[in-house]
């Protein structure tokens, strides 16, 4: 019998080294209590959050919160359907209703998860003989969305305006082209050059879909994401998010204003063929993406508090992911896994929780520290991450 498992040795090999230095596995945290977006108890111990993505820090708002409560006494734990079944609540309406709202957009569509908006919006419109023109450092999901529909993808270097162009220009002539960008990149905290991407995207015939799940709720002046900060907006023909960032719950969405938009509901799988998201849930997105759309001082003060740990970082001499904040991911580069890991088991015993990313997720083979920033961060939790940076690098050697 062959074994199907054979495939997985060397990630067994390599995740068996790592653990055999002694080094606590940073893949198999358990949060033992949450106390607020910032604030944990891991290992026992009072631990700063700063690897959640919980970028607008909704997830303990009083509003949402109550929003949930009264959904589950009102319509119960779950829908147990589709939504083209039994699985349209007048909650799954009301939470798309206040994406149109919020994106000022006339089509909203909800999925179970952001992962599932890529993957359904992508692979319906894309088909086999369309072309899909995609940076590189796509998420996992916007390459499995290209891989279900079977599509011609045509990847291009990161954030490079003029690949773009020249991968548009060799797509053959009458073919469908769909450019497929992000918002903010996630393993760098990097954005994209939206503006020129989506005009050059324009004069070759593509529409555009861009996802905006590190984006939304911090990023423009209504929190719309970098499309609406860089004045490209108007010309997208999808924006996908996600409610596990900046909504602070669980699903996804595409908003567009594309005339034909509403009989995707009929034709797109994974909205089809899985069940609706609880009542609880549409409820607390729906209150929370609401707040958002006045949240300005919020946005401010998260955009201090990036600001303010780059500047931090930088001066104690660690490598960044970009050269000055561009998002509120602040990534942190490390020579190697080993030192990575032992750098991010020691920020976890000064009270500290990042993510540790490594290949093949993150770009160029990099270990990474990744950092993000939540609203409800203190000025003076960020000072107090910054001296457990500088204690953990220390003690490791990744600074001197
Ligand atoms: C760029 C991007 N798109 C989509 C997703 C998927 O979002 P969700 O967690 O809602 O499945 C993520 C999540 O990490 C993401 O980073």
Partial sequence: MSDLFSKFDDLIAMREGLLSTGVTDPFNLVMEKVESPTVAICNGRRTILLGTYNYMGMTF?????????KALDEFGSGTTGSRVLNGTYQGHRECEDALKDFYAMDHAMVFSTGYQANLGIISTIAGKDDYIILDIDSHASIYD??????????PFRHNDIEALEKRLKRVPEGAGKLVVLEGVYSMLGDIAPLREMVRVAKENGAMVLVDEAHSMGFIGENGRG????????????????????????????????HPKFEILRLVCRPYVFTASLP???????????????????????????????????RQLGFKLGTDEPQSAIIAVIMPDLETGAAMWEALLNEGLYVNLARPPATPANMTLLRCSLCAEH?????????????????????IS
């Fill in 61 to 69: 708002d009083p509003d949402v919160v109550a929003a949930g409560k």
């Fill in 145 to 154: 969305g290209c891989a279900m529909g079977n599509a011609q993808i045509v």
């Fill in 226 to 257: 970098v499309a609406e900060a860089q004045g490209v907006i108007d010309d997208v023909d999808f924006i996908i998010g996600t409610f596990s960032k900046s909504v602070g719950t669980v699903g996804g969405f595409c908003v567009s204003n």
């Fill in 279 to 313: 009542p609880s849930v549409v409820a607390t997105a729906a209150t929370s993406i609401r707040k958002l759309m006045n949240s300005a001082d919020k946005r401010a003060h998260l955009w201090e508090n990036s600001k303010r740990l780059h500047a931090g970082l």
């Fill in 378 to 398: 203190t000025s003076e939790q960020v000072d107090e991450i910054l001296g457990m940076f500088a204690a953990a690098g220390r003690a490791t050697n990744c």
